[in-house]
C-alpha cells in the first residue's frame, strides 16, 4: 500500500476515494506540519502533498527517498521545487479545475469592491466618525462601459472576461500566445501587447502563471503606464508585484486603487497596505469555501489515483 504524507489536515470529504487503498498520515492535533516535521517522516512515503503555501525545496525533496509524486493542492506550483523533483524522476500534479470558478468570481469580486469602495464603505461606516452620506464625497468607480484589461487570459483569465463581459465591460487581453480566433469572439476581446493593455484599461486584472520571466512584472515602470483612475487587481502570485512600487503608485495616486489576494512574503503582509484606503486586502482566499476546498482535495486525490491506477486523467506539470 502506498503511503501518502499530507502537509495538511483536510476534511476528510475530499479523501474519501483515496481511504482504504493507500495509508494517509495528516496532523491529528494541528492544521499543518512544519517544514522539520516533514523532514523527519518523509523518507517513508511514496506521495507528498503539500498545500499551496507549503514550500516544497531540494532539502525536502532530497529526503523523499522514496518519493515518486507530489501531489500539489493548488494550481500554481511555484511552491515546489519542480526541476529539481523532474531531475530526481519525481512527477508534479498541480489542480487547474476545481480552483477555476470560485478564483474567477473571487477576482471579480475584488474589482468590485475597489471599483465601488465596499470595504472602505464597511469600515468607516462602524467608526464613530462615521462615513459620509454626501452625493458625491468618497465616490467609487462604475464598472459597466469600462475595459478590463487581463494579463494572463487562460481558463482563469477567461473566466473573469465571461463574468466581465456579463456586466458590460470591454476586454483586452495580453498573453503569450494569442488565442483563438473563436476563444476571442466569445469575449469580444482584442489582444494587444501589455504597454497598450497598460495605457487604456480601466481594471487591469493579473492572472498569468509565476515563472522567473513575470517574476515582479508589474513595477514602478508599468504602473505609471496605467490611468490614475485605473485599478489592478491580483489574484496570480505576490512575487510578480514590486510592491514597493505598487504602494508608492497607490500612495501618490497614480493608479487609483488596487485589489489583491496574493502577496510576496505572505502571510507576512507589508504593513504599509494597512494605512491605505485605497486598496482592498484578502488572504490567499479566491478558493475558499468550504466546497471548493473539498473539490480541491478530490481533485488532488484523483491525481494520485490517476498516477497509479491509471482511472482518471492527471494534471501533470513535470
Known amino acids: 500500500m502506498?503511503?501518502?504524507?499530507?502537509?495538511?489536515?483536510?476534511?476528510?470529504?475530499?479523501?474519501?476515494?483515496?481511504?482504504?487503498?493507500?495509508?494517509?498520515?495528516?496532523p491529528k492535533d494541528k492544521s499543518y506540519f512544519s517544514k522539520e516535521e516533514v523532514m523527519e517522516l518523509i523518507p517513508d512515503f511514496e506521495v507528498f502533498v503539500p498545500?499551496?503555501?507549503?514550500?516544497?525545496?531540494?532539502?525536502?525533496i532530497e529526503k523523499g527517498k522514496k518519493l515518486e509524486l507530489i501531489s500539489n493542492y493548488g494550481v500554481g506550483f511555484n511552491n515546489i521545487d519542480v526541476e529539481y523533483a523532474t531531475s530526481k524522476g519525481i512527477a508534479v500534479t498541480n489542480i487547474p479545475n476545481s480552483v477555476l470558478?470560485?478564483?474567477?468570481?473571487?477576482?471579480?469580486?475584488?474589482?468590485?469592491?475597489?471599483?465601488?469602495?465596499i470595504g472602505y464603505y464597511d469600515r468607516k461606516i462602524r467608526t464613530p466618525e462615521g462615513v459620509?452620506?454626501?452625493?458625491?464625497?468618497?465616490?467609487?468607480?462604475?464598472?459597466?462601459?469600462?475595459?478590463?484589461?487581463?494579463?494572463?487570459?487562460?481558463?482563469?483569465?477567461?473566466?473573469?472576461?465571461?463574468?466581465?463581459?456579463a456586466s458590460g465591460m470591454q476586454i483586452l487581453y495580453h498573453n503569450r500566445h494569442r488565442l483563438d480566433e473563436n476563444i476571442e469572439k466569445k469575449y469580444d476581446a482584442r489582444y494587444v501587447d501589455l504597454e497598450h493593455l497598460l495605457r487604456e484599461s480601466d481594471y487591469v486584472s493579473l492572472n498569468a502563471p509565476y515563472t522567473p520571466e513575470t517574476?515582479?512584472?508589474?513595477?514602478?515602470?508599468?504602473?505609471n503606464m496605467m490611468k490614475p483612475t485605473a485599478v489592478f487587481i491580483n489574484t496570480a502570485r505576490g512575487s510578480m508585484v514590486d510592491e514597493t512600487a505598487l504602494i508608492q503608485a497607490l500612495k501618490e495616486e497614480k493608479i487609483w486603487a488596487a485589489a489583491l489576494d496574493v502577496f510576496e512574503n505572505e502571510p507576512d503582509i507589508n504593513p504599509e497596505f494597512f494605512a491605505l484606503d485605497n486598496v482592498v486586502l484578502a488572504?490567499?482566499?479566491?478558493?475558499?469555501?468550504?466546497?471548493?476546498?473539498?473539490?480541491?482535495?478530490?481533485?488532488?486525490?484523483?491525481?494520485?489515483?490517476?498516477?497509479?491506477?491509471?482511472?482518471?486523467?492527471?494534471?501533470?506539470?513535470?
Open 283 to 318: 488572504p490567499h482566499a479566491g478558493s475558499r469555501t468550504v466546497e471548493d476546498r473539498i473539490k480541491m482535495s478530490i481533485e488532488m486525490g484523483r491525481n494520485i489515483i490517476g498516477f497509479y491506477e491509471g482511472k482518471y486523467t492527471i494534471s501533470r506539470v513535470n
Open 51 to 60: 498545500n499551496f503555501s507549503f514550500y516544497t525545496d531540494k532539502e525536502i
Open 132 to 165: 459620509s452620506w454626501g452625493v458625491y464625497r468618497d465616490a467609487g468607480l462604475p464598472v459597466f462601459g469600462k475595459t478590463l484589461g487581463i494579463i494572463g487570459m487562460g481558463r482563469i483569465g477567461q473566466a473573469i472576461a465571461r463574468r466581465a463581459v
Open 215 to 223: 517574476h515582479k512584472m508589474m513595477g514602478e515602470t508599468q504602473f
Open 101 to 117: 470558478e470560485p478564483t474567477a468570481e473571487f477576482a471579480f469580486g475584488l474589482l468590485m469592491a475597489a471599483a465601488r469602495r
Open 2 to 26: 502506498k503511503k501518502i504524507l499530507l502537509a495538511y489536515r483536510f476534511k476528510p470529504e475530499g479523501l474519501k476515494e483515496l481511504e482504504g487503498k493507500y495509508e494517509m498520515v495528516a
